[in-house]
């Protein structure tokens, strides 16, 4: 066992200060190593100024990554023979996480050696282990998780699908500073348009907490282009590009789409497959049935949200495609302005919020 | 004007008492009288026990119903020149409600005329006005609607998609309770199981309110199927046979699965229509996608639970085919034991909520 603190490094050791580099968590994922270290080639192709820090097993890591010439000098690998198993609990991942290729990822963030961490591990733990070793910029208990949600003209940028079961109104304009960074960032929008999800779109809709937060972001206060309340099915009609709830409805509103496009999917190659008329015609249509789940593909990978740190969660069944573009993801966030947007936002948050409550009695339009 | 008291009965008088009677909001829906009863005509077929009172225009009702031999002493025409547009707010249509077909629609089913009343109107006039004239059986605020999603064997019934939005533990175990009468009466399952819509399927996630409601549907005093907790992409896994939720989590839900599926339509027409290959397979494969299509279509009506009495709501929308649908299911509700059922398993809901209040500290399993 390798002492954690040290790293453990061997092999190749990257000048950090010239270049943009992004850590990873080699082991994390369904697969491990053998998706990872060539998505690392095929991303770095694209990426000229990138290099990587590797962190897992070398015994693992070093054989894969001598089989792809691209990698040569652009790769360090960190040691650690200890990893977090997709299993494993949050609150365990924290008590023993310590010195996991997971944990030494992040860390290499906190110490100013990467620019941002990628891992396709436990989600929980890749959550628990971020906000103990970076901590949270604002009063959120925990990281909230964004999905890129596909409509005809783009994607929707849709927050919190995590963890913050409980939100109040100021947690859910804090998901609209965040999410309004974010798809600036990722998307290149100069000022996306942000709606708040309710069940209806009058002023007098919903419980208490969505409607003080429309208030909070209707007085203009704080620097997003709020334009109202949005509904259910506003998210696949791109009506804003960032569409902010707390993170129960968010996490169910976002597992039913996912398990809706499943279920038609299933449905849909079934109906294609009975009576031969039908399967030649099924045939036919391939390379645009192809197309079409191309396109109804989110991005694989997506940043936990108010950390003082960048940590990007790839899905875990990713493959080598999948994984490449989440570092390419990486790296066009980590060079953003992002963070740093998202911060001087929050730090309006305090002042907007107690004018607000002085102010709201009176129901701003 | 008629008095609304009278309803202003005209032409066929029904021998009310020995057949099974629907009272109609003829006016009500997109299309009104020329869709409602031509669907009549078309439900009565193979509806021969069923007979209906149809409230709304005489002038415009009456040479409607002369086109149809089959109508011919089995609906009779009680005449209101008012109606409730699809415009019109809950509050609004409380206050200036009373003679309209939607109203006196339902007053039928209070005055004991008719067993069920179905309406394709203003969905929030109707929850308003049938809360009114029928009351709430428990202590729920208002009726709770319920939604049937495909799923690969059947269909999901979920609740609660419309304006409870605000439910503690006591009120989700009322949908659960009503979920698995509907589901029972509607599609004849013997012993439908139950799943509460949260965040993870761990005993110790989501909010408060899921989780006491856990607690209390395990302790086994009420009688429902009940399987724990389920996530957002069973609903259309069919994992279980109900999927209870709060009115605000389950309205986002839905209208989240809606649009998802709306915009797959959508993309999927295109993908299928580039291309001189693609549309010719698309052609041979049409009587597949038609066949698929209507699948995943839903049944087109649903009761407002909760109620003294029987209420459909069918969509604004609904073509011929869907209001006939309507009133099958209408008479299929009302023949069951449903209301007798969800009032039997009410009345002893104050019992089992109490002994749980006391027991809840240890956690049951």
Chains 1, 2 share one sequence.
């Not at 906190?110 to 990628?118: F, I, L, P, T």
């Not at 590009?241 to 993170?247: L, R």
């Not at 099924?282 to 197309?291: E, F, G, I, K, V």
Request: hydrophobic share 45%; charged share 25%.
């Amino acid at each position: 066992m390798v002492a954690p603190e040290s790293g453990g490094r061997r092999g190749t050791r990257l000048d950090l200060t010239q270049t943009l580099v992004i850590s990873i968590d080699a082991m994390g994922g369904d697969h491990g190593p053998t998706v990872v270290i060539p998505a690392c080639a095929k991303a770095l192709e694209g990426l000229p100024h990138v290099n990587l820090l590797l962190h897992g097993d070398e015994a693992r890591l070093a054989p894969e990554v001598a089989r792809h010439n691209g990698l040569a000098g652009r790769v360090e690998v960190r040691h650690t023979g200890r990893v977090i198993s997709m299993e494993e609990k949050p609150a365990q991942a924290m008590r023993r996480g310590k010195g996991t290729s997971m944990w030494n990822a992040i860390e290499a963030v906190r110490e100013g050696q990467a620019s941002a961490a990628v891992s396709a591990g436990n989600t929980g733990a890749l959550m628990a282990i971020s906000r103990l070793i970076l901590r949270m910029t604002g009063d959120l208990d925990r990281p909230a998780l964004v999905a890129s949600i596909p409509h005809s003209k783009g994607l929707t940028t849709f927050l919190d699908v995590g963890a913050n079961v409980d939100c109040d109104a100021a947690r859910l304009v804090e998901f609209a500073v965040m999410g309004a960074a974010y798809h600036r960032a990722a998307f290149g929008v100069d000022k996306p348009t942000v709606g708040l999800l309710n069940v209806g779109s009058e002023e007098m809709k919903g419980h208490e907490e969505v409607r003080e937060a429309n208030r909070i972001l209707r007085e203009g206060k704080i620097d997003v282009d709020y334009r109202g309340f949005v509904e259910g099915d506003d998210i696949t009609a791109g009506t804003v590009d960032v569409v902010v709830t707390d993170g129960f409805t968010g996490n169910v509103a976002l597992k039913s789409m996912e398990g809706a496009a499943r279920f038609m999917y299933a449905e849909l190659r079934a109906a294609l497959t009975t009576g031969a008329l039908t399967t030649l015609g099924a045939m036919l249509a391939r390379s645009s049935l192809l197309r079409f789940r191309d396109k109804m593909s989110p991005p694989p990978a997506a940043p936990l949200l108010g950390l003082n740190g960048l940590v990007l969660k790839c899905h875990g069944g990713a493959d080598e495609r999948d994984f490449a573009k989440a570092l390419t993801q990486a790296a066009t966030l980590a060079q953003s302005g992002f963070a740093a947007e998202i911060e001087r936002n929050m730090r309006r948050l305090p002042a907007a919020l107690e004018t607000t409550g002085a102010a709201s009695a009176d129901g701003a339009a």
